[in-house]
């Protein structure tokens, strides 16, 4: 698809007032050019959610100190007024001390769906309808698409540039606000769209790290939040022998095998954490595998929640998917079951259920079990 495309293609409901979530990048800040071209009242926002401690630790990620300056230098050259929002205390309760509890309780969390659940699709989506915009625009790589009348999300175009997965909270009457103007075409025409805007930022390295995690290095985090979480336990094998001590279940994640610190005649891998026995459970490659587990906190995107459905799932966001037997129960949970097995089903990561390319729902892993 080509710019002036995406033009005409952003004129088709004549002239709004947009606010567009602007993160300092090049895919948000090229959203806003684009909705400024095709004659839009644009507003940009961006938010600052953590302190300048981590900000300081780590300018390669989003919504730190350099990037709202980019943010600011991309709405000068576009012509868009801009402002920055404070977000810090929601952001430390919704993600960061979720994120800290979480592998405290053994999970392995996804903060960025949990920013884009609460502090994007909630509150700042609440921001835009204040400002009376008729939309909020985001430089996520998805797609919206209107049939009869119904807003479905949709994976983006570009297959590895996919976002879809870490927005599978997103709800119904949020989507119908919302616009996704890049996610029909690919990063590389971005950035070129990005280049015939003349934005400075249009060679700019994607952010890698999760943003409030300086280098990486989420076990600081979470122990400079959660003191006791490295409270020394058992290392074990699944048939309950002893292997060796822990320094905190918050140091292993469910399929590692790299510096579980223990010497065995074959390799080993983290097969499960039981954080109420403060255990970490070491077994062989095959035991990995499991068929059935318990999915929470669902979200659908449907306008008819079925009882049972067949679909394509997929349990991180770089998996292929697979097809799996999603069957309600009564208390809001859903008992999955996927074919073949899946490798390291981890507590704390995302089901995400599609239809083809749509989302039609997801819900957390709470569980594996055997029937």
Known sequence: MSRQELIEQLKRNGRQKIVVAMSGGVDSSTVAALLHDAGHEVIGITLQLYSTDYEAKNLGTCCAGKDIYDAQMASDKIGIPHYVFNYEHNFKAEVIDKF???????????????????????????????????????????????????????KGADPQKDQSYFLFTTTKEQLAMLEFPIGGITKDKTREIAKYYGLD???????????????????????ELRPDSERRGKIVMSDGTVLGEHQGIINYTIGQRRGLGISYSEPLYVVKINPKENEVVLGKRDQLISKHFKIVDINWL?????????????LRSAHVGAIANIKLNGDGTADAEIYGGYPGITPGQACVMYNDSRVIGGGWIKTTYSP
């Open 100 to 154: 800290a509890d979480s592998y405290v309780n053994g999970e392995t969390p996804i903060p960025c769906i949990l920013c884009n659940k609460t502090i994007k699709f909630r509150d700042l989506l609440r921001a835009a309808k204040d400002l009376s915009a008729d939309r909020m625009a985001t430089g996520h790589y998805v797609q919206r698409i209107d049939v009869n009348g119904e807003a479905q999300l949709h």
């Open 201 to 223: 930022i249009a060679d700019k390295a994607d952010s890698q790290d999760i943003c409030f995690v300086p280098n990486g290095n989420y076990r600081k985090i979470v122990t």
């Open 302 to 314: 449907l306008d008819t929640i079925p009882s049972e459905i067949e679909c394509t799932v997929k």
